[in-house]
């Protein structure tokens, strides 16, 4: 069955703001920054793709679930249980992913594990980070519980101190609430501060991204912006200025010249019938003489 890619459904339009652009359906963004440093990858049987890092303390999957896309651990050592958990669902998008996984490429090394023993607790990284952007606290947040909306209060922060130590503490949310239209992030208590704040920070980016006209939500359609992508546009002629005008019409007398005296250094070819004559006592004029005409 063949596509019809004529289909405006297929048109690429900017995303803007991005947390409410849903997932992509690829993992690429979310990975880039791990594989521009070549990190090993392995494929299961059911699909689903998981890079670790040299030394297997990091690992980032990426699953065929139809709610967890996207559960990133760190390990004190292979095969432990995991030190901390991150997970993305079927709705957040990957470029947002990509402020972790950015951050722990940028992190991770042999000899170090700050990605495993920075603080956890602290509220101050995370709040500066979104309150630069305009979030604002949300006094009607649940007793207990810190929240910043953004300022569309499209999305937000949720900081739930009562989480037990595997339960999740932060939530990172945004549309409106739905299978097909809330995405939705959670970490573990245990993970460094500094991380929420690069996810965060990925999230309040006003940088558009994205998406396929077909990949949007019509339930969220009405709350974002969405500009076409501009299709390729051959290169536009440069006007000659006078400098190009003289320098074209140097060139070509210059061609001119080069011309008209390789004409001046050539003989004239000797035509076809002129090409060879026979020399005087030649077989052939003796033949030619003494042919009897024909009867």
Do not use: C
Not at 225 to 253: E, I, M
Request: charged share 20%; hydrophobic share 40%.
């Amino acid at each position: 069955m063949s596509t019809d890619w004529t289909d405006p459904k297929w048109d690429e339009y900017h995303v803007s703001p991005r947390y409410l652009a849903g997932s992509s359906y690829a993992g690429d963004a979310g990975f880039a920054p791990v594989q521009r440093l070549g990190w090993p990858h392995q494929v299961d049987d059911l699909g689903s793709y998981i890079v670790s890092s040299p030394d297997s303390r990091i690992q980032i999957g990426f699953f065929g679930d139809d709610y967890d896309l996207w559960r990133i651990a760190a390990y004190e050592r292979p095969l432990a249980a995991p030190a901390w958990t991150a997970v993305f669902n079927q709705n957040f998008p990957p470029e947002i992913v990509a402020g972790l996984t950015n951050a722990l490429a940028q992190e991770w090394a042999w000899d170090s594990d700050r990605f495993l023993t920075a603080p956890r607790t602290g509220y101050a990284e995370v709040g500066r980070t979104l309150k630069a952007a305009g979030w604002q606290r949300d006094g009607g947040a649940e007793l207990g519980t810190v929240e910043l909306l953004a300022p569309d209060r499209e999305a937000g922060l949720l900081l739930d101190p009562r989480s037990s130590n595997r339960d999740p503490l932060w939530t990172l949310w945004a549309g409106p609430p739905g299978w097909g239209t809330r995405a939705e992030a959670t970490f573990t208590s245990s993970t460094p501060v500094h991380l929420v704040a690069a996810t965060a920070a990925a999230m309040a980016d006003p940088a558009p991204v994205v998406r396929e006209r077909h990949m949007i939500h019509a339930e969220v359609v009405h709350l974002i912006r969405l500009t076409p992508v501009a299709p390729l546009q051959p290169p536009v002629p440069k006007t000659p200025t006078p400098r190009d005008a003289r320098q074209a019409s140097v060139t070509a007398a210059i061609q001119r010249a080069t011309v008209a005296r390789a004409r001046s250094t050539v003989r004239p070819a000797k035509s076809a019938s002129a090409a060879w004559e026979a020399p005087a006592n030649h077989p052939a004029r003796a033949a030619a003489g003494t042919a009897r005409p024909r009867r």
